[in-house]
């Protein structure tokens, strides 16, 4: 039988286990000291003010919103070409998303030039996604944005370590939100954070991730106070601390992880350059500000995507997925949202196949993926 090689891959080190264990064993499983450590090493990383972690980028994106004071009648241009919850944190905060088209098939981000078009009065909030951990024009957009007096919100889930002229991505908005959900670059199964420079954006995230209240269960533990009062209607956004030690952990690895997935990138693109029929977003030279996050390919006929797929899985057990329908085309959102339309993303979303990416994958894994694009294509 043909070993599977899965799209996406998780592997949990003996580090990161004692992290864990140690700290189930101190007793201490909410959010606390590790998480409050996390939140220290992840700011430097990026080189912003503050760090807040929650419970995943949904949330970290919801409080990002809020903060911005995106509400009822305020509209949030969002790219369409993205997971559904960059749009869907904008109807929780009570706005309406507008969805922008990307710039096209060799950047999969959202376009400026778009974006600037579908401002209104109502526009609050400008919402860009760092697709497979590519940039998006975020130095254009924050301009953009202070121009019209907007907020630029990032999503950064697919982009921890992404670089735009030497500025870490997350940075460059109001806010930037973070996953670190189970098949992400930086994972724990579960999480998130939101980062800013902005100390009131990082006061209304820290007390809205719980309840509103003015004190949290570990400062009261640590006797810094014994009371509270609530301040704002919050929510239980919160990261518990063996997912905390679990970041801290596989943070060390981060880099060298992030180093493998662009090595494995640089062979995928060399060794199918000279392929038929299809063909790869973004140039070589993007690898090096890329956290590497997902390897998008596309076929040249969007009716042939689903037989590449079915071969690649059937005969050559290669696992594939695609990044993504389109929020705009979901029956949720065309319902609520009609109108939109959006050809470079409609376009794109028919004809990906994401094949393998992950940073352990083998030189065997990679081998056998590539020789099945070639038997598949020819
Ligand atoms: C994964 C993802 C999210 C949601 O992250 P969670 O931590 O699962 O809430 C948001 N936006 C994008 C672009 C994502 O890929």
């Given at each position: 039988m043909t070993p599977q090689v899965p799209f996406s891959d998780v592997r949990v080190e003996p580090d990161d286990l004692d992290?864990?264990?140690a700290t189930l064993r101190s007793g201490w499983l909410t959010m606390g000291p590790r998480a409050m450590e996390f939140e220290r090493v992840f700011a430097d990383y990026l080189g912003c003010r503050h760090a807040v972690v929650v419970s995943s980028c949904t949330t970290a994106l919801h409080l990002a919103y809020i903060a911005c004071g995106v509400g009822p009648g305020d509209e949030v241009i969002v790219p369409s070409y993205t997971f559904v919850a960059t749009a869907s944190a904008v109807v929780h905060a009570g706005g309406t998303p507008?969805?922008?088209?990307i710039v096209g098939v060799d950047d999969l981000?959202?376009?400026p030039e778009h974006v600037e078009r579908l401002i209104t009065p109502?526009?609050?909030?400008?919402?860009a996604v760092h697709f497979g951990g590519y940039p998006a024009a975020v130095d254009v957009l924050a301009e953009l944005c202070d121009r019209h007096g907007l907020a630029l919100i990032e999503?950064?889930?697919h982009a921890p370590g992404a670089t735009l002229g030497g500025r870490k991505a997350g940075t460059f908005g109001r806010a930037g939100a973070f996953s670190f959900f189970s098949n992400k670059v930086l994972l724990a199964g579960e999480g998130g954070l939101l980062a800013t420079d902005d100390d009131e954006v990082a006061a209304v995230a820290r007390s809205l991730r719980s309840h509103g209240m003015t004190s949290g269960t570990w400062e009261r533990h640590i006797a810094r106070t014994d009371t509270y009062d609530v301040t704002g209607l919050g929510f239980n956004y919160r990261l518990d601390e063996p997912r905390a030690a679990l970041l801290l952990s596989r943070f060390r690895r981060l880099g060298d992880e992030i180093e493998r997935r662009r090595g494995r990138v640089r062979e995928y693109r060399r060794r199918l350059a000279g392929v038929s029929q299809i063909s790869f977003p973004y140039r070589d030279e993007d690898l090096a500000n890329s956290s590497a996050y997902v390897m998008p390919m596309l076929v040249d006929r969007a009716e042939d995507r689903d037989d590449v797929r079915r071969a690649l899985s059937e005969r050559h057990g290669v696992q594939t997925s695609i990044f993504y329908p389109p929020v705009h085309r979901f029956s949720a959102y065309r319902a609520r949202f009609p109108g939109a339309s959006l050809p470079r993303t409609e376009d794109v979303a028919r004809r990906e196949i994401t094949i393998p990416l992950y940073s352990h994958m083998t030189d065997d894994e990679?081998?056998?993926?590539?020789?099945?694009?070639?038997?598949?294509?020819?």
């Open positions: 992290a864990v264990a507008v969805f922008a088209d981000g959202i376009d109502r526009t609050r909030a400008v919402a999503d950064v889930a990679q081998d056998q993926v590539i020789a099945a694009i070639h038997e598949v294509m020819t």
